[in-house]
C-alpha cells in the first residue's frame, strides 16, 4: 500500500510516477554512470506492482541478484540489517547496483544501534570498525550512535563494493518542502545538517566518494497535475 506520508511515501511515488525526476537528478551528481538513457535503470523496489517492498537481509542480495564471492552477508552483518527504502540496477550487463536511502526531515538523521544479542553487537561492531579502517576516517563519534542508519549503509556499500569487490553505489535522496513532516524548505538547510553529521563521523573526505551521492528533490514536482495540463 501507498504510504500515507513521509520520506516513505515519496519515494515511492518517486521511482513508480516521475521517474524522470529521479533520471535526472542521478545525470547530475554521478555523472560518471555514463547513463543516457532513462530506460538504462531498472528499479527493483519499491515497486506498485510488488506492493511497494522493501528488502533487507538476504532477500536484498537476492533481490539485486549478486553472487558475495569473497564474504557472505551472515558473515558480516547479523539479521535484522537495513531494510533498504530503494533498489535499482543499471543495464550495463544488469551489473550496476544502486542503494537508495531516502529521508525528507532533519529528524530522520539520528538512529541508535540497537541490538541486544551479543553475537550480533558483536559482530555489527567489527563491521563498523573494518569499514571505518579502510576509509581512514577518525570519527568524533561512536559509529553505533547517533548517526547509526547512515553508518550502516555506508558500511553495506563497503562490503559490497570493497569486500566483494561489485560495481555497487548508495543514492541518499533527501526530500525539500514536506511540510507534513515539517522538513528543510531549501538544499541549503540540509547541507547545513549534512555537513554537521559528516564532520562528526570523519566523512568529510572518505575513500568511497565516488560511489556515493547525495541527491536532493522538491516534493513539489511530484503533485498532480490539473486536468488538460501536460
Known amino acids: 500500500m501507498l504510504a500515507m506520508r513521509g520520506s516513505q511515501r515519496w519515494l515511492q511515488l518517486l521511482v513508480n510516477e516521475f521517474k524522470p525526476i529521479f533520471f535526472r537528478e542521478i545525470l547530475r551528481e554521478m555523472p560518471h554512470l555514463n547513463l543516457n538513457c532513462i530506460d538504462q535503470i531498472e528499479w527493483l523496489s519499491p515497486l506498485e506492482k510488488d506492493d511497494y517492498v ?15 564471492e569473497h564474504k557472505a552477508l551472515a558473515d558480516f552483518w547479523p539479521n535484522g540489517g537495513p ?4 533498489l535499482a540496477k543499471i543495464d550495463k550487463d544488469k551489473k550496476d547496483i544502486l542503494l537508495i536511502e531516502a529521508k525528507s526531515h532533519i529528524g530522520e538523521l539520528r538512529s541508535t544501534l540497537r541490538a541486544e544479542a ?24 561512536d559509529w553505533g550512535t547517533p548517526f547509526y542508519q547512515y553508518t ?10 570493497v569486500v566483494n569487490k561489485l560495481p555497487a553505489y548508495l543514492i541518499f535522496v533527501y526530500f525539500i518542502n514536506d511540510e507534513d513532516m515539517h522538513g ?5 538547510e540540509w547541507q547545513g545538517a ?3 553529521m559528516k564532520t562528526l563521523l570523519g566523512l568529510s573526505r572518505q575513500n568511497l ?3 556515493m551521492a547525495d541527491i536532493f528533490i522538491d516534493v513539489n514536482e511530484m503533485q498532480p497535475q490539473p486536468e488538460g495540463k501536460p
Not at 55 to 64: E, G, V
Not at 83 to 86: H, I, P
Open 194 to 196: 549534512l555537513k554537521l
Open 184 to 188: 528543510p524548505s531549501t538544499r541549503e
Open 209 to 211: 566518494s565516488k560511489y
Open 152 to 161: 550502516n549503509r555506508l558500511s553495506h556499500l563497503y562490503f559490497l563494493c
Open 54 to 68: 522493501e528488502y533487507s537481509d538476504s532477500n536484498f542480495i537476492n533481490k539485486i541478484g549478486v553472487k558475495l
Open 118 to 141: 551479543t553475537n550480533s553487537l558483536r559482530k555489527i561492531c567489527q563491521s563498523l570498525t573494518e569499514a571505518q579502517g579502510f576509509l581512514e576516517v577518525e570519527s568524533l563519534l
Open 83 to 86: 531494510v533498504w527504502d530503494g
